[in-house]
């Protein structure tokens, strides 16, 4: 799909779940409220009016505030794939866990790396990309990329000197 296409659909997604929720204005192209929205994704409104006209994507950190914003799934605002369906027959490869025991689970691996001050949010976020991973409706090269692009915006944890390492694949 072509960048500009991709960047439109995302953004008749975005405003669509805004008119739901009843952001609505007269004013603009649009047709919603823009300063909510620059203000739930702390962008200037001249950002957040591209986001919604289709003439910009936004990073993928500000996708996750929106997407929490309007109580929909990362990735369905990003791809607009339909959720995950089930088949009929178990997989092998397969894998089903509560949340919070995965989160347990994650707690007790923190031993494993460096010394961080906020666990639970680096759980959080590593349990949000396994759900939204797994329920992106794509082939596997195109979701091992979408991973990594997920991965990548955690730099934030890590500090930006690890960032150009990161890129470089050293970490």
Known sequence: ???????????KRL?????????????GKAGIEIGELAKVADVSYQMARKYALGLAL??????????????VSPGWLLFGE?????PEQPSTTLIEIESDLLK???????VLFPATTDADKIIN???????DASHINADHKTLLKIIDMMLA??????????KKEFY???V
């Open 153 to 162: 915006s955690a730099t934030e944890f890590r500090g930006t000197s690890r």
């Open 104 to 110: 347990y689970i994650l707690q007790k691996c923190m």
């Open 15 to 27: 405003n669509v779940l805004l008119l739901k929720e009843g952001y609505i204005s007269n004013r």
């Open 125 to 131: 976020y590593i349990t949000g990309i396994i759900y």
């Open 82 to 86: 339909k959720e995950l369906v089930v």
């Open 168 to 170: 470089n694949g050293k």
């Open 58 to 71: 936004p990073d993928y950190h500000i996708i996750l505030k929106i997407a929490k914003w309007l109580d």
């Open 1 to 11: 799909m072509e960048r500009t296409t991709f960047i439109i659909k995302f953004a």
